[in-house]
Each structure stands twice: as structure tokens, then as C-alpha cells.
């Protein structure tokens, strides 16, 4: 942490954002790319406190949308990638970190998956601040998805829609094997603690802290948008995630191995079953 380091820091950050956007009334296309990286230059003080190499922080985002509008009916397709934390094995000059996509731009996509769990980023790794804002939605990061959606207006105030999304972990060495403890405690921290789970539980490639397997799942939505009077306006959404391999090896959940209750933190349960969400909502425009 760098508030453990004596001295002060002198920080140069750059902020940079590509857009765009285009749309003929029947075809319509959108992308955005984001992209950030922050020098910190060590200040050392006299005597010789504080000096150490600079390090370089990165993180990004890319997020495309492609869609066509014919009559009643529009279809749109998503591309979305954010990065996530990299345990690069303590390296002192080189940092990867999150960026995070809106939960309102993967909204009309997904519910349970990043709007609601975050991807499983439950604060494991400092995620907490990165992966939620502060009015409790999930956001997506070291993730990438694919995804489409189909809108139909049955009526000019009625519209029925359906949606598809299937993500994937980016990062590969981003995570520990058993890095979260679903118990609320705390989860894997070192590369002899993961090696430990994976080789107690059977994992393959027991020399590789990582979580083998990086698939987040897939999750269908369905949903009615009905405008009933003038400012007044009911959502209602269906939502179906199944999580994917991902949650068997990054999470420790309570279980049985051998007809015994392992060490505490030496346990999984493989599979997850899918988690389902009705959400609806009226919404009063004065």
C-alpha cells in the first residue's frame, strides 16, 4: 500500500475517452474506448527514505453496440470489455486495475449477473468500491460479454423485449483459487493458500494459483414495458442467470469432502444452481 511507504508521491494521471455514434434512422451503431494510466514517481527524502522504482497504473474499458430498427421491431448486439485487477507477483513498476462499465449502459442486457451481483466481484480484492456504486448497483469489470437484445411494439405504448448475455472473466491472473470465503470471511491471499485448495479439492494444475476456468455464466431476460397514462409508466422484468465454472474454484462454500467436514476454507461445492429475479417497478413522471 502506498501509505506504508515513507516519503511523499508525485503523481501523473492521464484520462483519455474515444467515442461514437451513429444512427440513419434505421441502422444505428455505437463504441466507446476508455482508457487510463497514472505514473507515480516515489519522492525520496533525505537520508534516503521513501526512494523506490516509479510505478505504472493502467486500466480501460471498450464498450460497442450495433443494432437496426424495421417497422415495430429492433434488434441491437453488444460487445463489452472492462479490465480487472492483475497479481502480476508483486511486480514494484508495473500495476493493472479495474475500470468498470456503467450499470446503465449493461441495463437493457442483464439484471442478476453485473446489475445485481456484480460479476461476483463482492469486494474480494478492494472490488467493493470498484465493482458497486454508491446506490448499491453492480457494475462490470475484468469481464467481457457478449450480447443481443430484440425489441417488439405491440402497441405504441406497449413494448415486449428479450435479452441474452454470456461473460467471461478477462483477466487471467486476476484472481486467487478460493479467493472469496462465501462464509463472509477472508478468502485466499497467497499463492501457497490457492495451490493448498486447489490440490486438497482435486483440482488440475495444482501449480497454478489461478481459477482455471473464467466463464461467468449466461443469463436470459425478458420483459414488458407498458406506458398505461401519460406519465405514468410500469417495467416489469424476468431474469435468469446461470452462473458459470468460474464460482466453483474462486469461491470456498461450505460442503463435505470424504463424508467429513474438511479445514475451515478447504471446501467446495461444484455448481451452482441458477438464480432467478422478477423485478418490476412504476415510475411517475410529474
Partial sequence: ALTAISGGIDTETSINLAYFKYNNGRFFAAAEYAWAQADIH??????????????????????????????????????????????????????????????????PYEFLMFNTYAGGNNGGWNATDIAFVSDDHGQMTDAYAFAGRADYAVASNLNVWASYIWAHRLERAGFF????????????????????????????????????????????????????????????????????????????????????IPTAGFAIVSGRDAIHAINGSFVIDF
Fill in 42 to 107: 516515489f519522492l525520496t527524502l533525505p537520508g534516503g527514505l521513501g526512494g523506490r522504482p516509479p510505478l505504472a497504473i493502467e486500466a480501460y474499458h471498450w464498450f460497442s453496440e450495433v443494432g437496426a430498427v424495421a417497422g415495430p421491431a429492433k434488434v441491437r448486439l453488444l460487445y463489452a470489455l472492462a479490465s480487472g485487477l492483475v497479481l502480476n507477483g508483486g511486480n514494484a513498476t508495473k500495476s493493472y486495475r479495474p475500470w468498470a462499465i456503467n450499470y446503465q449502459a449493461m441495463a
Fill in 177 to 260: 483459487a478460493g479467493g472469496i470465503a462465501a462464509d463472509g470471511g477472508v478468502g485466499n491471499t497467497t499463492v501457497a493458500q490457492a495451490q493448498a485448495f486447489k490440490a486438497f479439492n482435486g483440482f488440475g494444475g495444482n501449480a497454478n494459483p489461478y481459477v482455471d476456468d473464467g466463464f461467468i455464466g449466461w443469463e436470459v431476460n425478458a420483459g414488458v414495458d407498458w406506458k398505461l397514462l401519460e406519465g405514468l409508466n410500469m417495467f416489469v422484468r424476468y431474469a435468469y442467470w446461470q452462473p458459470g465454472e468460474w464460482f466453483d474454484q474462486a469461491y470456498q462454500a461450505i460442503g463435505m469432502v470424504g463424508g467429513a
